[in-house]
């Protein structure tokens, strides 16, 4: 490989030793784009082709990407702590019930292909959250073996939402794939067909997880909290009343 191509990889040092300096992310990126442009003898406005083409190419990952900087901002910002007040102004608010709540909601708007960023983009700022903010309500301090099973819960509730109803919008690629499959096979369905079908399977399905995390959920919280749950939030109740 000759020199003029090596150089043109230069982009790459400066990156590699941006990260090293604990430099901006951002700031790194810019600098390693026009560093490569330079000794690529890149004029501007080809530059600028080339980062909106790889920028439109790449645009899912993109958006995933803006979700997180987005999520980070609102975290650092008092997100998590606004999510565990307003659940703690609910009564009767359970893990496994904001749990359940979650997944109602993600099934609806998978039905229209709508996406809320996963479990980096709203489980983990919102509902993870919310579900300790409705045990710290009740008095009591989360513990660590039950948070941990509240994410795992709460993860699970985000795939079964997402896996099962986004076959609900008709052109969900879910879709278009059984239907080109069974074509293949010599079986000819109408998308529509293979909706309605999937509706009693989706629905049953969230009844199933709804009933599964709520009940583990309240093993649980019996298991570690034990009786005193019910004695704090009457405690928490009458201080209410008194104030």
Same mark, same amino acid.
């Given at each position: 490989?000759?020199?003029?191509?090596?150089?043109?990889?230069?982009?790459?040092?400066?990156?590699?030793?941006?990260?090293?300096?604990?430099?901006?992310?951002?700031?790194?990126?810019?600098?390693?784009?026009?560093?490569?442009?330079?000794?690529?003898?890149?004029?501007?406005?080809?530059?600028?082709?080339?980062? !909106?083409? /790889?920028?439109?190419?790449?645009? &899912?990952?993109?958006? @995933?990407?803006? $979700? #997180?900087?987005? %999520?980070?901002?609102?975290?650092?910002?008092?997100?998590?702590?606004?999510?565990?007040?307003?659940?703690?102004?609910?009564?009767?608010?359970?893990?496994?019930?904001?749990?359940?709540?979650?997944?109602?909601?993600?099934?609806?708007?998978?039905?229209?292909?709508?996406?809320?960023?996963?479990?980096?983009?709203?489980?983990?700022?919102?509902?993870?959250?919310?579900?300790?903010?409705?045990?710290?309500?009740?008095?009591?301090?989360?513990?660590?073996?039950?948070?941990?099973?509240?994410? !795992?819960? /709460?993860?699970?509730?985000?795939? &079964?939402?997402?896996? @099962?109803?986004? $076959? #609900?919008?008709? %052109?969900?690629?879910?879709?278009?794939?059984?239907?080109?499959?069974?074509?293949?096979?010599?079986?000819?369905?109408?998308?529509?067909?293979?909706?309605?079908?999937?509706?009693?399977?989706?629905?049953?399905?969230?009844?199933?997880?709804?009933?599964?995390?709520?009940?583990?959920?309240?093993?649980?919280?019996?298991?570690?909290?034990?009786?005193?749950?019910?004695?704090?939030?009457?405690?928490?109740?009458?201080?209410?009343?008194?104030?």
């Amino acid at each position: 490989m000759e020199f003029s191509e090596l150089i043109r990889l230069v982009g790459i040092v400066v990156v590699v030793v941006g990260f090293l300096l604990k430099l901006d992310p951002i700031l790194i990126v810019l600098l390693g784009i026009i560093s490569t442009a330079i000794a690529s003898l890149m004029n501007p406005i080809d530059l600028l082709t080339t980062v !909106g083409a /790889s920028f439109v190419g790449n645009r &899912v990952m993109a958006t @995933f990407i803006l $979700v #997180l900087l987005v %999520t980070g901002t609102m975290e650092r910002n008092g997100l998590k702590e606004s999510a565990a007040k307003l659940i703690g102004k609910v009564k009767g608010a359970s893990p496994g019930a904001v749990i359940g709540a979650y997944g109602i909601m993600r099934g609806i708007f998978a039905t229209f292909n709508v996406g809320f960023g996963g479990v980096a983009g709203f489980v983990r700022p919102v509902t993870l959250p919310m579900s300790l903010g409705s045990i710290e309500a009740k008095g009591h301090v989360p513990n660590e073996e039950h948070v941990d099973q509240i994410k !795992g819960m /709460s993860a699970g509730m985000e795939n &079964v939402g997402n896996f @099962f109803f986004q $076959v #609900l919008f008709i %052109t969900a690629g879910g879709n278009l794939l059984v239907q080109a499959t069974l074509y293949g096979l010599g079986y000819e369905v109408e998308l529509i067909d293979l909706m309605l079908r999937a509706i009693p399977v989706s629905i049953f399905a969230m009844a199933w997880a709804m009933t599964y995390y709520y009940l583990k959920d309240r093993k649980l919280r019996k298991k570690y909290y034990g009786d005193a749950s019910k004695k704090a939030e009457n405690e928490n109740n009458s201080k209410k009343q008194e104030g």
